[in-house]
């Protein structure tokens, strides 16, 4: 029932790891628990919903974060800190966008000072680029700051169960007009406003959002009339993590039977079956590198005028260098070509890392891609030696009685759930009841224990 818990025993102390994204951060996230509990701790996976609760409930020892204010005030988190560690690894995407993640790590814009920094002890991030932007920021000390690679990369370190791949995989970026919250339009353009040079140029407005998310799902509509209709071929499409999967259904009706719509597999067990993977922009350009599954970017057949609404220059993170090195056709014509080669398992990746020195600086510089240990292992090690270090040491056994309540109370939840309420905690937040991505990682673990050996 309690698949959120990664038990080692009653003595153990306890780390809570705030997930902020079930799809997106869930999977790595009990790699990292399960190499806690080889080191002696038990882990509670939290989420937007739960975490704060979780936090009181099982008061642990540290606190692993994905955002500086992702889980208190900054008068909470200053009286928690003195009895718990917090530390912070950055969920969010490539990290090459300087003035958006300086922002993201220190927990809002600069009127915000370091109310949630000087509660931090440790901050990780993927590549040595970050690290020197928030130490050159002055919001950590440099040797507070380590560059350890990315957790969900580590489940790319071992394939050689994936065998032979093919099908077409493909994923949506359509956040400028379908939100996962459902907010309203006029609240998204007044937020907007103030997201120049990281959605839009400095010049311009969330309507530019607006125009690029309409023209990539216009163009996969004209691709999926020519697949589905005409030429009768299947494709695996996912939708993206911020989007609304009802509005999302629309595909799976219009292209049915030719169109399956996955949400549920976890990203790497999805990715790593296929030929290659259609998209418009998302940091798993990354993940089409190490995972050697080639991509195909939409962004040529609409440049010239997506250069007036995203310019590549301001916008590197959707727009940048980085997609180069992925397929971009410029006709219909050419995209349709490369989509039957990807489909037929005989299309290769555009470049590698080995081919490209320049590839090779980007990967590390800003993704740590490769280490030589499983992030995982490493971050664990880290946490581990953290509270180790402590001059305060606040432990106290595992509340028995707690557990106890909280089993309790997670099964009468379950049990009253409405059936839309468990479709949207499904979707976004890792519930206690969720088995899925444990499994995933249960059944991968041996392979990077293997490797940390």
């Known amino acids: 029932m309690l698949n959120n818990i990664i038990f080692n025993s009653f003595s153990s102390k306890t780390v809570l790891i705030h997930c902020d994204h079930k799809r997106r951060d869930s999977g790595s996230a009990f790699l990292i628990a399960f190499f806690l509990r080889k080191l002696g701790y038990n882990t509670i996976l939290g989420s937007r919903l739960t975490s704060k609760s979780l936090y009181y409930l099982f008061r642990p020892e540290l606190v692993l974060l994905t955002h500086p204010g992702g889980l208190f005030t900054p008068e909470e988190m200053e009286e928690a800190a003195k009895h718990t560690v917090f530390v912070l690894l950055h969920p969010e995407s490539s990290g090459m966008l300087k003035h958006a ?75 400028g007009i379908t939100t996962f919250d459902n ?25 530019d959002l ?34 609304n999967f009802n509005d999302i259904l629309y595909f799976k009706e219009k292209y049915k039977p030719y169109l399956s719509l996955d949400k549920d597999t976890p990203f790497a067990g999805w990715l790593q079956k296929r030929g290659g993977n259609v998209f418009c922009y998302s940091s798993s350009v990354i993940e089409s590198i190490i995972s050697k599954v080639p991509y195909i970017c939409v962004q040529g057949l609409i440049e010239e005028r997506l250069e007036y609404h995203q310019p590549r220059k301001e916008l590197i993170d959707v727009r940048g260098e980085i997609y180069d090195y992925t397929y971009k056709p410029k006709s219909m014509e050419e995209f349709v070509d490369l989509a039957k080669k990807a489909n037929d398992g005989n299309l290769s990746l555009k470049a590698s890392p080995s081919n490209s020195p320049k590839l090779k600086k980007i990967l590390s510089d800003y993704f740590g891609y490769p280490k030589s240990e499983p992030s995982s292992f490493r971050l664990a090690k880290e946490i581990d030696a953290l509270i180790r270090d402590r001059k305060k040491n606040n432990h106290k056994s595992f509340p028995m009685t ?40 249960e059944e991968y673990f041996p392979k990077l224990e293997g490797i940390t050996k």
């Open 101 to 175: 993640m300086i922002d993201h790590m220190r927990g809002g814009d600069a009127s915000i000072g370091n109310a949630y920094t000087k509660n931090i002890s440790k901050v990780f991030t993927w590549g040595e680029q970050l690290k020197d932007w928030v130490v050159g920021a002055k919001l950590y000390p440099k040797e507070s700051v380590e560059a350890i690679g990315c957790p969900r990369y580590d489940f790319y370190l071992d394939d050689s169960g994936h065998g032979s791949r093919s099908g077409l995989a493909m994923m949506s970026s359509f956040t």
């Open 183 to 207: 907010r309203n339009v006029f609240l998204l353009l007044d937020q907007g406003r103030n997201l120049g040079g990281t959605y839009y140029s400095v010049k311009g407005g969330y309507e």
């Open 210 to 243: 607006f125009w690029t998310s309409a023209a990539f799902a216009r163009v996969y509509l004209e691709f999926l009339d020519i697949w589905c209709f005409d030429l009768k071929l299947p494709v695996h499409f996912r939708s993206y993590t911020l989007e």
């Open 402 to 441: 707690r557990l106890m309540e909280y089993t309790r109370s997670c099964y009468n939840l379950a049990l009253h759930l409405k059936p839309k309420m468990q479709k949207t905690l499904k979707d976004y937040h890792i519930m206690p009841w969720d088995r899925n991505d444990r499994a995933f990682a």
